[in-house]
T-cell receptor, first 115, second 113 residues
């Protein structure tokens, strides 16, 4: 596609339910990031995929969070047993360049509300 | 590991006035530096970046930033702002070792008529 695509754009769920958020990066981009944007908290790094390397999971806040990237393209962020503090906008970004020099292209985000 | 501090959470300014948004970073290795902008109800987009060379970097919409290695800063400036510059601005850093990009907490710029 022309840009980074994320789905769903909005998700309302009940506390304790599992959710899956999907990211379809720009074709050919080898790097893929997930960030969480909460009011007043900026962009919190969650996880980073680079090609076939093992992902950098250092930003995942708890073991309820996990992510995978299949075939070096589409990524899914899964949050198990959601809590109210998980409510935020989850942003996906992709980049063509390795080495941290490339521009990140962001999707519109998935807004998660946990009731 | 690198980190980014944006010293001002909100900056109100009158139209046509100059503005400076401050950013400091910490890293044990060389870094690349970025400013991204998020306009209301829109996604983030790149404003400018420093990779190497001249420490003064010019970006879109008349913004510029200066890399100061000794002060570990990368402040964003514009000599005369417009109402349309109202947005949230994020400073970001990636290091030459780990490659991942880390963002600051953001600065909300309010331009008043």
């Amino acid at each position: 596609g022309a840009g980074v695509s994320q789905s769903p754009s909005n998700k309302v769920t009940e506390k304790g339910k599992d959710v899956e958020l999907r990211c379809d990066p720009i074709s050919g981009h080898t790097a893929l990031y997930w960030y969480r944007q909460s009011l007043g908290q900026g962009l919190e790094f969650l996880i980073y995929f680079q090609g076939n390397s093992a992902p950098d999971k250092s930003g995942l806040p708890s073991d309820r969070f996990s992510a995978e990237r299949t075939g070096g393209s589409v990524s899914t962020l899964t949050i198990q047993r959601t809590q109210q503090e998980d409510s935020a906008v989850y942003l996906c970004a992709s980049s063509i360049n390795t080495g941290g020099t490339g521009e990140l292209f962001f999707g519109e985000g998935s807004r998660l509300t946990v009731l | 590991a690198q980190s980014v501090t944006q010293l001002d959470s909100q900056v109100p300014v009158f139209e046509e006035a100059p503005v400076e948004l401050r950013c400091n970073y910490s890293s044990s290795v060389s870094v690349y530096l970025f400013w991204y902008v998020q306009y209301p109800n829109q996604g983030l987009q790149l404003l400018l970046k420093y990779l190497s060379g001249s420490t003064l970097v010019k970006g879109i919409n008349g913004f510029e930033a200066e890399f100061n290695k000794s002060q570990t800063s990368f402040h964003l400036r514009k000599p005369s702002v417009h109402i349309s510059d109202t947005a949230e601005y994020f400073c970001a850093v990636s290091d030459t070792g780990g490659f991942k990009t880390i963002f600051g907490a953001g600065t909300r710029l309010f331009v008043k008529a």
